[in-house]
């Protein structure tokens, strides 16, 4: 009888889980629109609700009547009051972002750096920030946990950082001091792995099931791969590193290094300088290379372009992906000339593998990596809302 009892506890515990990850990642839905989605009945539905609605987790309200057609169904929404703390620490600032459930963000920050951050620096800055919020932004918010986005090598098993080169982070463990310093669960994983999911549920590849995701930041160029619905992240977690990939450029006058990888090639810190921008987020590099005077940044742009289509088209003729996505630096590149960067990618790719490619910049711009982030915090409480509740 008690094996009956805990099958099915456990069997709400799933369902409660299905109902809060549909509000949260689709968006409102009607009682009835969760009934058909879930394939549960209505009563069942309704008591998973109020138990939501209970522990703060959704809100009900009533439809417009003068909208409906007959007996209108209350609509359940993810509560914007449940947060998670997205962070993204790079070389030269660190990005902060409360995001609530239903992927909206509460509040963003952007600390900028005069030199890179050690694990200590880091934690002690987003600690300060988000203690800050608590008192102000965030007042009345429960908090679900932190989400930490690397430029660098992460290991899946435990979170540990193994490699952030550009940080100059080796075997570093931040989770630990910063969950002492917030008293919140923390999880840690690569930037752009986190990016493609973000991307994948919430922006401009929700309709895709293969993706390719390439996230271009301070620190260089990563990756995420989505093949069949799935992250791909290899043996250790440690897969996607394409900006180590080498382009084979054979043009001397394309090559900025003589044997440089791809992200020596296609490099944020070469568009800065060419825009004579000293410091500032993708925003600001956008702008000022679209108003920097004479041809050094719009050569830098077009040489970027070029070797950044040549890698793009080994990525699709190897695993043939229905989405491109390209975030951050790399985002900017396409955007200069869409239609023109795409043609390109299409021209050097197998005619067959590109049918049907689509390739876009991040839909979520500056935000992708703070939401990415914030998700891998908020999977606990997506997978079993009744496991904790949030502080």
Not at 41 to 64: F, K, M
Not at 264 to 283: I, K, P, S, W, Y
Request: aromatic letters at 2%; proline letters at 4%.
């Amino acid at each position: 009888m008690k094996e009956r009892a805990t099958a099915v506890e456990a069997v709400r515990r799933t369902n409660l889980g299905e109902v809060l990850r549909l509000v949260h990642r689709h968006g409102p839905r009607s009682r009835s629109l969760l009934t058909a989605e879930t394939g549960l009945n209505r009563s069942t539905v309704a008591d998973l609700v109020t138990a939501l609605a209970e522990r703060g987790l959704v809100t009900e309200q009533e439809p417009d009547a003068n909208k409906r057609v007959g007996r209108p169904s209350p609509v359940v929404t993810a509560s914007a009051d449940v947060v998670a703390i997205g962070v993204n620490p790079e070389v030269d600032a660190i990005e902060v972002g409360a995001v609530s459930l239903g992927g909206g963000l509460r509040a963003r920050a952007r600390i900028e750096l005069t030199d890179v951050p050690a694990v200590a620096d880091a934690v002690a800055t987003i600690a300060d920030l988000v203690t800050r919020w608590r008192s102000e932004e965030l007042v009345g918010c429960r908090i679900v946990g932190v989400g930490v986005a690397v430029p660098g090598l992460v290991r899946a098993s435990d979170g540990l950082v193994r490699l952030a080169p550009h940080l100059g982070w080796r075997d570093e463990d931040i989770a630990t001091p910063l969950a002492e310093a917030l008293g919140l669960p923390v999880t840690v994983d690569n930037d752009a792995s986190l990016g493609a999911r973000a991307e994948h549920l919430f922006g401009a590849a929700r309709e895709h099931t293969d993706v390719i995701y390439l996230n271009g930041g301070a620190s260089g160029i990563g990756g995420g791969v989505i093949l069949d619905g799935t992250l791909i992240r290899g043996a250790g977690g440690y897969a996607g590193e394409w900006g180590q990939t080498r382009p084979g450029i054979a043009n001397e006058a394309h090559r900025r290094t003589h044997d440089g990888v791809l992200e020596d090639e296609v490099n944020r810190a070469r568009l800065m300088a060419a825009a004579t921008l000293v410091a500032g987020d993708d925003d600001a590099l956008a702008a000022a290379l679209s108003g920097a005077p004479g041809p050094t940044a719009d050569e830098e742009v077009v040489r970027q372009r070029r070797v950044l289509a040549a890698t793009i088209s080994n990525a699709v003729n190897a695993l043939n992906p229905s989405m491109i996505v390209l975030g951050g630096f790399l985002g900017i590149l396409r955007d200069r000339d869409p239609e023109g960067f795409d043609a390109d990618v299409r021209e050097r790719s197998l005619a067959v593998a590109a049918e049907g490619l689509e390739i876009a910049s991040a839909a979520l711009g500056l935000d992708r990596l703070l939401i990415g982030a914030a998700e891998a915090a908020f999977a606990e409480l997506l997978a079993d809302p009744l496991t904790s509740r949030p502080q």
